[in-house]
C-alpha cells in the first residue's frame, strides 16, 4: 500500500486470484448518487467506481443430470432432471432461467455454479476452456433464495466483515468501499440499522453488497423474485442489471415476473422437463413463438404467455419447442467473441493460496463480528444473565442458610441438583434455538470462500465461551453464599468451575444438535429426546459440587440445639443429626469413594468430544453443501 492517503473519490478493488491486491484497475465515483423515479438505480452515477472485471463466458454442451430415485432399501431407479441441455451465457447479460417447478432450473443453476457434480454428464466450458470447478468457484458468488445474515449485525457491520475476510487493503480503504457500495446499492440510510429489521428488498441488495465487496466476475442468484413486493422486485433487478453492464456475467433462476421487470432481461433460457424450450433475447421471444403458431395475444404478459405455454394452456406444444430449440432455431443473439478479452486465472495460486487473508485473520475478525453479534442477542446474554441473577435470587431465598445444617442436609443435596439442572438447561436451550440460523449463515459465507471451517469454528468458541462462563459464576456466587455453604474459599471455586464446566458441555451439546438439525424447530425436538446425555453430564456435574461441599476432610456440620417448654437449652441427642459427619452424607449419597478430578476429567473429556463432533457435522455439512 502506497504510504500516501486515498483520494476519497477513487476506490481500487482486486481481482480474484490476483497475486498483488495492490495492482487493480482505479475508478472513479460519482458524487450524487441517485435512484430515478421509478426505483432503478442507474449505471452511470453507481457503479463507475467498480472496475471493467475481464469478461467471462460459461458455456455448457450436452448437460444431463440423473438421481437415484425410490426409498433407500431399493436405489436401482434413476430420476432425469436435466436431457441434453445447452447453452452459453456470456459477460454484460442479465440472463433469465425460467421453467415450472421440477423443470431442473435449479439444478441447472447448481451445476452451472459448480455445485453439483455426482451423476452430471456432458462439459461445461470457461471462456473456452474446460471448467475448473476450483478455480471458477473462487472468481464467482451464489446468493440463495432466502439468504441468511446475521440478525444482530448492522448492515455497515456486516460488510465489514466481508471486507476484512475478502481484502487485504488498509482498513481506511475498506471503510471507504463500503461506503461507495452502500451507497451505490441505496443502503446508505440504512447502514445502522440490524439486519434483522431490514426489509426484504433491503436484505436482498445486502446479501448482493456482501458478495460485491470483491466484485467477482460471475454472480448466481436463486429464485432472485421470490418474497418481494413489485417495488422491492424492481429495484433488484435493475441494480442487477446495472451490474450486468458494468461487465459481470449475471446469472438468476426466476419466477415469472411483470412485463416491466421481464424487459430488463437481456437473455433467456427456459426449461420444461429438463429439456431447453427457448434460449435468446426478451425481444425475440414474442416473435419466435408467433412463428411456431403461438400468438400471444396483445398486451399480455409473455412470461406469462409462455409459461401458459409450458403448462399447456395452448395444447401440448412441448415437444415442438424442445425439437426447435436443438434444431438451433432459437434467436440466440447473445453470443459475444471474447478470444481478445478472457479471464486470466491463476490456478497454482487460487489452489496455494485458498482464501484472501490467513487463518489467523480470519479468526481475530470473525471473533470480533460474532462476539458482537452474541453481545447484541438477547437470547444469549441478556435474557441468560437476568435469569441466571433471578433465579439465583429464588433458590438462595428457598433453600437459606441450608448449608451447613445437619437436619437439613437431603434439602441441601435437593438444592445442589436443582442448580446443576437449571444450569444445564440454561445453557442448552439458547444455543438449540439460535445455533441453526448461524449455520444456514456460515455455509453461504464458506460456500462463497470468505473463510475456513477452521476459522469460523476456532472463533465461535472463544467468543462463546466468555458469556457462558460468566453466567454460572453469576448464578454460584449467590446460591452458595445464600444457602450458608461452608465459606472456604476453595470450596467455592471447585464448585464454581464444575458447575461452569457442566455448563459448557451443555452447550457444546447444543451446539451439536444444532448443527445436525436442519432448522430450530427440529433442533428443539432433538434437544427434548436428549435426555439420557444431559442427565449424564448432570449426574458428573452433581457428583463434582457434592465433593467440592462434603468431600475434603469437612468438619462436622451444624446439629441445632432442641428448645424446651421452659426456654432451657439442651443439647440435641446424635439420633437428631443423623448426617452431621460429611462422611455420611457421602455414603447416603453411594459418593463415599467419588474422587473430584474424575468429575473433572470425564467432563472436560464430554467437552472435548462433543466439541469435536459438532466440527465434524459441520466439516460434513460443508462437504455435502460442495
Known sequence: MAAKKHDQTSVRIPT??????????????????????????????????????????????????????????KRNDFKSLLNGVSGKFGSRELIGIMGPSGSGKSTLMNILAGYREGGMEGEIFVNGQSRNVTSFRKMSSYIMQYDMLLPHLTAREAMMVSANLKLKESNEFKKELVDEILTALGLL????????????????????????????????????????????????VS?????????????????????????????????SQGQCMYQGSVPNL???????????????????????????????KNEVLFEAAKAGRCPDDGKKSLKSNTYSCDTTTL??????????????????????AIMRNPVLTHRPLMSHLLVGLLIGSLYLNTGNDANLVFNNTGCLFVSMLFLVFAALIPTILTFPLEVSVVLRAIRNNWYSLEAYYLAKTASALLVQVICPII????????????????????????????????????????????????????????AIPVLLFIRYGFEGVIVSIYGMNRPDLDCPT??????????????????????EVLKWLHMEEAELYVDYAVLGFFFLIVRLATYLVLRFKVKLER
Request: glycine fraction near 8%.
Open 16 to 73: 480474484p486470484g490476483s497475486r498483488d491486491v495492490r495492482g487493480a484497475a482505479q475508478r472513479t465515483l460519482q458524487p450524487n448518487v441517485q435512484e430515478n423515479k421509478h426505483g432503478q438505480i442507474t449505471e452511470t452515477n453507481s457503479f463507475s467506481h467498480l472496475p471493467n472485471r475481464p469478461a467471462v463466458e460459461l458455456e455448457f454442451v450436452d448437460l444431463s443430470y440423473t438421481v437415484q430415485d425410490g426409498p433407500w432399501w
Open 189 to 236: 440510510g440504512a447502514a445502522e440499522t440490524r439486519t434483522s429489521s431490514l426489509s426484504g428488498g433491503q436484505r436482498k441488495k445486502l446479501a448482493i453488497a456482501l458478495e460485491l465487496v470483491n466484485s467477482p466476475p460471475v454472480m448466481f442468484f436463486d429464485d432472485l423474485t421470490s418474497g418481494l413486493d413489485s417495488a422491492a422486485c424492481f429495484q433488484v
Open 239 to 271: 441494480l442487477l442489471k446495472s451490474l450486468a453492464q458494468g461487465g459481470r456475467t449475471i446469472i438468476c433462476t426466476i419466477h415469472p415476473p411483470s412485463a416491466k421487470i421481464f424487459e430488463l432481461f437481456d437473455k433467456l433460457y427456459i426449461l
Open 286 to 316: 414474442v416473435p419466435y413463438l408467433r412463428n411456431l403458431g403461438l400468438h400471444c395475444p396483445t398486451y399480455h404478459n409473455p412470461a406469462d404467455f409462455i409459461m401458459e405455454v409450458v403448462s399447456g394452456e395452448s395444447g401440448d
Open 351 to 372: 489452489e496455494k493460496h485458498q482464501f484472501a487473508t490467513s487463518t489467523f485473520t480470519q479468526f481475530s475478525k470473525f471473533f470480533k463480528g460474532t462476539f458482537t
Open 475 to 530: 448464578y454460584c456466587s449467590i446460591v452458595y453464599w445464600m444457602t450458608g455453604q461452608p465459606p472456604v474459599a476453595y470450596r467455592f471455586l471447585s464448585f464454581v468451575a464444575i458447575a461452569t464446566l457442566t455448563a459448557l458441555v451443555a452447550q457444546s451439546l447444543g451446539l451439536l444438535i444444532g448443527a445436525a438439525s436442519p432448522s430450530a424447530a427440529v433442533a428443539t425436538f432433538m434437544g427434548l429426546i436428549t
Open 562 to 583: 432442641l428448645t424446651g417448654n421452659n426456654l432451657s437449652q439442651l443439647v440435641a441427642p446424635v439420633s437428631a443429626c443423623p448426617h452431621q459427619k460429611p462422611e
